[in-house]
């Protein structure tokens, strides 16, 4: 969900975060289909570290660049291969579907937020507890109890 705080709009997509090299070099490259926004967080606020290129993308996007107190420093409707430097130095960029930055009103100076949804993952038991259950007393047709050691001469 991305949080316009000035504003107080909301928009409910999904948001997801590029926070490592290869997912800043992935991107939204080569996405035939972008529906969720993703959110760059640069390890430095400058303005060379926050251009982006559109090289190998499918389709045009919204783009806000915000400083590192989440306001605005400028806003793009990014087309396929082209290339974007922000205005001012930012520190986080968010790439969004068309659209977005219209529907959340955002101008320059405007505060933006985002919540990221967990995505959900099983969680493998511990190996711990499945060491303390006694199967060998319970009464089942499945028993890991020792083997019986072999006759000799049989």
């Known amino acids: 969900m991305l949080i316009n705080k000035t504003k107080g709009k909301i928009w409910n997509g999904k948001v997801k975060v590029a926070d490592t090299f290869f997912r800043r070099f992935r991107g939204l490259m080569l996405k035939p289909n972008i529906d969720y926004a993703l959110v760059f967080i640069l390890p430095a606020e400058t303005r060379i570290n926050a251009s982006i290129h559109m090289f190998f993308m499918l389709q045009s996007i919204d783009v806000i660049f915000l400083n590192s107190s989440r306001e605005v420093v400028?806003?793009?409707?990014?087309?396929?291969?082209?290339?974007?430097?922000?205005?001012?130095?930012?520190?986080?960029?968010?790439?969004?579907?068309?659209g977005v930055v219209e529907y959340l009103n955002a101008e320059i100076g405007d505060e933006i937020d985002w919540k990221v949804e967990e995505e959900r993952k099983a969680v493998p038991s511990p190996v711990g507890a499945l060491n303390k259950i006694d199967i060998k007393s319970s009464n089942s047709a499945i028993s890991l109890a020792e083997p019986k050691p072999k006759l000799k001469g049989k």
């Not at 087309?79 to 130095?89: A, K, L």
Request: hydrophobic share 40%; glycine share 0%.
């Open 74 to 98: 400028d806003l793009k409707k990014a087309r396929p291969w082209r290339i974007y430097v922000p205005r001012e130095s930012a520190k986080y960029i968010i790439e969004a579907p068309m």
